[in-house]
């Protein structure tokens, strides 16, 4: 492989290490939280969590290049307060990744929160445990399976990633240009050689991720339910 495609595998890896470790940080509380909540609206925000699993990645991308453009509130107030617009750059790949991702960070932690005996939760307060203990000893070591499930996928989700990429981040070296951008670049000059290369690079850690997630789940007998 060409130094400019090595220099996509890393930023590829680079934005699925960052995007996925933030959506992590984001999707425990919000999981949690979204677990215990017993509300007639519920239903509607699954679905809206969910929608990036059916809805088209260049739909997706467009509506985030609108929102991050700084003619928008959203984009205009990023750019006001940090000084650099998202548009086309490695910080609003990140984002994008983030919401891009999101049913695959929050579907096995909420799946796994839900499944959290609470009787352990009712001892805790008799005991008078406090909360961060509580998570620190009991329930981030009992939902462990659901964490690594949800680190695993959002990980390997964003590594593949392509529509979303293109609308808000185009093809700059070093900024903006992942494998699965490199990878369409050397289709469209016909140069399949490279494309081999890219796609290998890509297959092959996919499939090595989710080996890895499902002897994982198989182990620790993590439930796997998406409903």
């Not at 650099?84 to 929160?113: D, E, K, N, R």
């Not at 390997?156 to 981040?169: N, P, R, S, Y």
């Amino acid at each position: 492989m060409t130094a400019e495609d090595w220099q996509a595998v890393q930023l590829t890896a680079l934005l699925a290490a960052v995007s996925s470790l933030l959506l992590l940080a984001f999707a425990l509380p919000f999981s949690w939280w979204l677990a215990h909540w017993h509300n007639r609206m519920k239903p509607i925000v699954l679905a809206f969590i969910a929608l990036p699993l059916v809805m088209p990645p260049t739909v997706l991308g467009f509506y985030l290049l609108v929102a991050f453009s700084p003619n928008h509130p959203f984009g205009a107030m990023w750019q006001s307060w940090f000084g650099s617009p998202l548009t086309f750059s490695f910080t609003g790949l990140v984002l994008g990744s983030m919401v891009y991702s999101l049913p695959f960070a929050v579907q096995p932690l909420y799946s796994g929160f839900s499944q959290f005996n609470h009787q352990l939760l009712a001892e805790a307060k008799v005991l008078h445990i406090s909360k961060s203990t509580l998570w620190r000893r009991v329930i981030l070591p009992a939902c462990l399976p659901a964490i690594l499930v949800s680190l695993g996928l959002s990980f390997a989700h964003t590594l593949g990633e392509f529509g979303v990429v293109l609308m808000i981040g185009g093809s700059i070296p070093g900024e903006t240009r992942v494998v699965s951008i490199a990878l369409f670049e050397h289709v469209e000059s016909l140069n399949f050689t490279q494309a081999h290369q890219l796609a290998a690079v890509l297959t092959g850690f996919s499939f090595f991720m989710l080996m890895l997630l499902y002897s994982s789940g198989r182990k620790r007998r993590v439930a796997w339910n998406w409903t």
